[in-house]
Nanobody
Framework: VQLQASGGGLVQAGGSLRLSCAASGFIFSRYVMGWFRQAPGKEREFVAAINWSGRSTSYADSVKGRFTISRDNAKNTVYLQMNSLKPEDTAVYYC?????????????????WGQGTQVTVSS
């Protein structure tokens, strides 16, 4: 099983980034996919999740209206479009997979994790 996150980088406040997470080694279309982030000195936190079909999504209040999660089951890839970025969005972003029919924000329920990609937003 592999989850390869990419697309992070350095961006100015107000800018945009699009993260990608390519999955392999499991049946991607059967899994809820989530994005989490961890800032220095802080616990890992939920950002967004999407169900297997892409029709249902969930977002942390801190990113609602600015971030959009999507998926392409044909490409085994989940995306996180991040707009209007703020310095407080600076963190390592992780994608994760959860074999369940329910969207969940609970970190411990996710089965597989990627290695993370750094996002730095300068003020």
């Amino acid at each position: 099983v592999q989850l390869q996150a990419s697309g992070g980088g350095l961006v100015q406040a107000g800018g945009s980034l699009r993260l990608s997470c390519a999955a392999s080694g499991f049946i991607f279309s059967r899994y809820v996919m989530g994005w989490f982030r961890q800032a220095p000195g802080k616990e890992r936190e939920f950002v967004a999740a999407i169900n297997w079909s892409g029709r249902s999504t969930s977002y942390a209040d801190s990113v609602k209206g600015r971030f959009t999660i999507s998926r392409d089951n044909a490409k085994n890839t989940v995306y996180l479009q991040m707009n209007s970025l703020k310095p407080e969005d600076t963190a390592v972003y992780y994608c994760a997979a959860d074999y369940t029919s329910l969207l969940t924000t609970t970190i411990n329920l996710y089965d597989y994790w990627g290695q993370g990609t750094q996002v730095t937003v300068s003020s």
